[in-house]
């Protein structure tokens, strides 16, 4: 017969499936992120501080808590590793910023945006290395190698626009929205392909080859991965078109895009692709057809949803960042003096502002020459936006002066955004006579092609010839009206978007795309 005292008590079950430690853990967590909303609710009007700073600073003196409270052995009571980050924080963020994102502007200044963000990438890439490998043997480190010095040229060249797009409006300022956003997207997908390369490439012998080699990676990975966001966001805008869940159950319509596009992220990491453009690009494709194929109530349900999983994993990662920046663990794993860790630290953070302006003004003037309309030019005020850097190293002094690095960059930088913005008059800059000069241009293009196609009959050649100029002179418009002229015949029809009815009783009304 069994006994009672045999029995295991309900409190005795409950933490062998559920450890008290994790519990704490997360409640302390999701505490601090219920705090940063409301501080940062109340700061919103402050031009010195935003979410993300809030969000750093909370987890700093979070830290400091703990560090007193454990009598300084250590500041850890939630374990990140870099699962947690690429596999549940990043996929939300990366794939709200492509359903979000005005794809008019983006499309149009993207030449641009490859410029800053594979070019400038590459420059700042190769200035970080360089200056690393010279200046790291004076101070005393001598014990990197070559592979060293690159990984910290690419994790470096890597940045973070959130502070910036946090101060930035994209109907205020669309044109510097779109750049800065778009920017940061390529930038962080050119980073990891160089990061990679440098880890998976011999140096022992380099040579012409190797180059190509790590441009053929590049465009391979750029393309296939883009490809692969493009295909599974048309899927699923033929499924939910075809099927018509919204007859049913708005549920399963939610619950099929969010899952899609998180597919995406994984499929694109099993088959070696870059995650962050795959599932960028599928929120685009999502956006243009995939939304406009729900119901009303799933439009409202996933715009907020997609937003509000991307601002939690964002406030997630500075309030952990600053806790993790009092890792007393790290800091005594660099045995490091005070002088040469803020040495190490001064000389990455120069390195690191040396290799952004060494591409931001050269790059911004070219495209400035190449474009004809002043506003789409790039003013020398604009050039200065910031970003934050996010990155991390192996050696304990790399990883010890990178948080310091992330810390300034992120306080300082992001301080001084919005009060910079705002010196400098970026905001009210003319949007109305940028929006009054694309329609000037529609309305153009639609007289233009109206005649060509009144005198095609008669004149073939000189037919062509007008579609030719057209692109000569306004090539990004052009290119723009006549995709829209294959959207509406061809894509349109078979994967829904925009003015699409379903043919099932009850369909959604048509509403405006999310641009």
């Known amino acids: 017969m069994i006994t009672i005292d045999m029995l295991p008590s309900p409190l005795d079950s409950s933490t062998s499936f559920l450890n008290t430690s994790t519990i704490v853990a997360l409640c302390v967590f999701f505490a601090l992120l219920c705090a940063c909303i409301i501080v940062g609710h109340l700061l919103e009007e402050n031009q010195w501080a935003n979410e993300s700073i809030t969000a750093l600073l909370l987890g700093l003196c979070s830290g400091v808590v703990v560090l007193l409270v454990t009598k300084f052995h250590s500041t850890k009571i939630l374990i990140f590793n870099e699962d947690l980050f690429f596999l549940y924080l990043l996929p939300p963020i990366i794939f709200n910023a492509g359903f979000q994102v005005k794809k008019k502007q ?90 990679n ?17 790590l441009l053929g990676t590049f465009l391979y990975l750029f393309c296939t991965s883009t490809a692969l966001g493009v295909i599974i966001g048309l899927l699923s805008a033929y499924i939910i078109k075809t099927l018509y869940f919204g007859r049913h159950s708005t549920d399963r319509e939610v619950a099929l895009m969010m899952l899609m596009a998180y597919l995406s992220y994984m499929i694109a990491e099993l088959m070696n692709l870059s995650g962050i453009l795959t599932i960028f690009f599928c929120g685009v494709v999502m956006s243009h057809y995939t939304w406009h194929n729900v119901t009303g ?34 800091w005594k794993r660099s045995k490091a003096s005070i002088g040469t860790s803020v ?33 789409t030019k790039i003013e020398f005020r604009s050039q200065f936006s910031k970003s934050e850097i996010a990155s991390a190293e192996n050696s304990a002094l790399m990883i010890t002066s990178t948080i310091i690095l992330v810390l300034f960059s992120t306080v ?34 639609l007289f233009l092609e109206s005649n060509c196609s009144g005198n095609q009959s008669n004149d073939q050649p000189n037919h062509r010839r007008s579609t030719l100029s057209l692109l000569m002179r306004y090539p990004t418009t052009t290119v723009h009206y006549f995709w829209r002229k294959f959207d509406d015949k061809f894509m349109r029809p078979v994967f829904g978007g925009r003015g699409f009815v379903p043919v099932a009783p009850g369909s959604p009304p048509a509403e405006d795309e999310i641009s």
């Not at 499309?107 to 970080?128: A, E």
């Not at 390369?197 to 080699?213: D, E, G, M, R, Y």
């Not at 953070?349 to 506003?375: D, M, Q, Y």
């Open 106 to 195: 983006f499309f149009k200044n993207f030449t641009s945006i490859l410029l800053f963000g594979v070019l400038g990438t590459v420059i700042s890439f190769c200035l970080i290395s360089l200056g690393a490998f010279l200046l790291f043997n004076g101070i005393g480190i001598t014990n990197l190698g070559i592979k060293d010095h690159l990984a910290i040229g690419a994790i470096l060249s890597a940045t973070d626009s959130v502070c910036t797009l946090q101060v930035l409006s994209q109907d205020e300022t669309p044109f510097l929205y779109s750049i800065v956003f778009g920017e940061g997207v390529v930038n962080d997908a050119t980073s990891i392909v160089l990061f």
């Open 197 to 213: 390369s440098v880890q998976t490439l011999n140096f022992s012998s380099i040579n012409a080859i190797t180059a190509l080699k």
């Open 297 to 330: 109530n799933s439009r409202t349900t996933t715009k907020h949803s997609f937003a509000t999983l991307s601002f939690i994993a964002e406030t997630f990662i500075f309030l952990y960042v600053g806790m993790d920046a009092l890792d007393i663990d790290k």
């Open 343 to 375: 040495a190490v630290s001064s000389t990455l953070i120069s390195l690191v502002l040396i290799g952004r302006a060494a591409f931001v003004f050269p790059i911004a003037n070219i495209a400035n020459c190449i474009k004809t309309r002043e506003s």
């Open 412 to 445: 300082v930088f992001g301080s001084i955004t919005k009060p910079l913005i705002e010196a400098v008059k970026l905001r009210h800059s003319k949007p109305a006579i940028s929006d009054s000069t694309d329609n000037q241009e529609d309305m153009r293009l």
